[in-house]
């Protein structure tokens, strides 16, 4: 039985959600198509089922998931014993594929999800908020800021660290560019950035600023903070989980560092500010890597 299943019109061309559902299959439910839709991820949250793909057969359970993509010929159905109850969020938009370009899910067919992890849980949250508000869905900045949370835990989760290494044609301060943007939320320095590209903290700092115009340090601390400004006004996340989601370990540090860089507590920023009015402010602010900040206690380092 369909409990769910919800068809968004989005206008942002850069990164949507298109749909949702959730499904408790009965035993004689079995579809064979031709794929239409960009990307959907599944996620199965009960029971048994099959998927085919590409001339692959998959039997699945509890805590795996399967992804359809454009073009595809899929078919999927619950085992007869123990029939399926699954999850799904389709998205689409341009940006979608560069966020998830390091990923197992670029090429995957089949995925488990991480017992612990939030992907599934985002997944969950999307459908049965959904469901729960059918008649009266929540506003777009709501889809926006799960489907934001849910593109950082793919990255997260099921990250190919291998497959960052293999790209040839990058320059070192490309792959620290992309290393950085997609790491973030954890606790790296430019040190480590250093290390994973095999150079020094001063000769990338000077490839860095050559190609981008501002430091890798710059770039990391308005990664963490940029991100950290759209969660505040687009999650109900405490101050703690949020400083937790953009790489910092300490609240107050990311506090103190927050205000240096917006001019407000985070907790003021969130009370003051909407999501339409910050995007607004910050399109008409020079690019915020450019103010050469520094995090509270720090100093300009050699090659800094």
């Not at 469901?131 to 190919?160: C, I, M, N």
């Not at 291998?162 to 606790?187: C, E, G, V």
């Not at 320095?189 to 981008?212: D, M, W």
Request: hydrophobic content about 35%; proline content about 3%.
């Amino acid at each position: 039985m369909r409990k769910l299943w919800v068809y968004f019109q989005n206008e942002d061309a850069d990164l949507s959600i298109d749909e949702c559902g959730i499904q408790a299959f009965s035993v004689d439910e079995h579809y064979s198509y031709n794929a239409y839709q960009h990307f959907i991820l599944h996620y199965v949250q009960s029971g048994e089922g099959y998927f085919e793909v590409n001339q692959q057969h998959y039997h699945l359970k509890a805590g795996d998931g399967f992804i359809i993509r454009s073009s595809e010929y899929v078919t999927y159905y619950p085992d007869v014993s123990n029939p399926w109850t699954t999850y799904w969020v389709g998205i689409s938009g341009s940006d979608f594929e560069k966020y998830i370009g390091n990923t197992e899910i670029m090429s995957a067919a089949v995925i488990t999800y991480h017992p612990d992890g939030e992907t599934q849980k985002i997944i969950q949250t999307i459908c049965d908020t959904t469901l729960d508000r059918e008649a009266d869905l929540p506003g777009v900045y709501w889809y926006k800021g799960q489907l934001f949370l849910l593109v950082e835990a793919l990255k997260k989760e099921f990250s190919s660290h291998h497959i960052q290494r293999a790209m040839p044609a990058k320059s070192s301060a490309d792959t620290a560019y992309d290393y950085i943007y997609a790491n973030y939320m954890k606790d790296i320095t430019i040190n480590h950035v250093a290390e994973y590209i095999g150079v020094s903290r001063s000769y990338l700092y000077k490839l860095f600023k050559q190609k981008f115009l501002f430091s890798p340090q710059q770039f990391l601390l308005d990664r963490r903070l940029t991100i950290a400004a759209s969660l505040l006004l687009t999650t109900d996340l405490s101050m703690a989980e949020v400083a937790e989601k953009v790489g910092f370990k300490d609240a107050l540090y990311f506090s103190k560092s927050f205000s240096k860089y917006y001019g407000k507590s985070p907790s003021k920023f969130r009370a003051q500010h909407d999501y339409d009015s910050y995007k607004e402010s910050e399109d008409k602010l020079p690019y915020r890597a450019m103010r050469k900040v520094l995090l509270p206690g720090e100093q300009n380092q050699p090659g800094e």
